[in-house]
């Protein structure tokens, strides 16, 4: 797990060329927390829940074809046998720690703006998933953070209307999203999306039982755990 220091940071499409919900810009404070190196792989999600849902097969590859609620359960198993709180991150921890968190800079993906540096998208993945690891991490050592498979996040989904709102308090501290919804937010895009889809603001989202092979999760743990 990298720590990842806790600061203020301005959240959303600051370029201004995604879609409505990725804006507008506003500010926000995250506390300290500690988010995964890497997405979680399928020798760890074999190893904890027993089972092998991928479609593309390889221990360390990023599982995929798991929704939001397997994993709550995988969650739940790990923390017993760990005695830890994992937990998936919030959409706002997940962005800022894409961003480089307190290194703060404006690039469009996780560690540069050439995607093909840092991430595998549709122009040079060959249609499937690879083993975490291979790209430039980010500013933390983050490694996959745009591209090869989106992630869940903690948060229900909310189109532009939330980020609105969290524009008009001025400043939103450890926000947690919208108190319902139909879907969960999946951020950071897959091995099957254009460069657009892997940007460090676009927003995608799920309902919480969906399942495709083109997300995955990254683990997260509270600075007290």
């Known amino acids: 797990m990298v720590p990842v220091e806790g600061s ?3 959240m959303g499409d600051e370029h201004g060329d995604l879609w409505s919900d ?5 500010r926000v404070k995250v506390d300290d927390f500690y988010l995964g190196e890497y997405p979680v792989t399928q020798e760890l999600w074999e190893t904890v829940m027993g089972n092998s849902p991928s479609f593309f097969k390889g221990g360390q590859r990023p599982v995929e074809q798991v929704s939001w ?3 709550q359960i ?3 198993k790990l923390n017993e046998i760990t005695g830890k709180h994992f937990r998936l991150p919030s959409e706002a921890e ?3 720690a894409a961003r480089g968190g307190p290194h703060k800079n404006s690039y469009r993906y996780a560690g540069s703006d050439k995607l093909k540096e840092v991430g595998w998208f549709y122009n040079n993945s060959h249609g499937e998933t690879k083993p975490v690891g291979l790209k430039t991490p980010n500013e933390l050592g983050l490694y996959d953070m745009s591209g090869n498979v989106g992630e869940w996040c903690e948060d229900w989904y909310s189109g532009g209307d939330y980020y609105q709102e969290c524009q008009r308090t001025g400043l939103t501290e450890d926000p947690a999203g919208p108190k319902s919804g139909s879907n969960r937010v999946g951020r950071g ?3 099957f999306n254009d460069a657009r889809g892997c940007r460090i603001a676009y927003r995608g989202n799920n309902t919480s039982s969906r399942r495709n092979r083109r997300i995955g999760f990254r683990l997260a743990l509270s600075l007290r755990s």
């Open 8 to 10: 203020e940071f301005d």
């Open 22 to 26: 990725c804006g507008p810009v506003h």
């Open 69 to 71: 609620e397997n994993v």
């Open 74 to 76: 995988f969650i739940k």
């Open 94 to 96: 997940w962005e800022y």
């Open 189 to 191: 895009g897959s091995y």
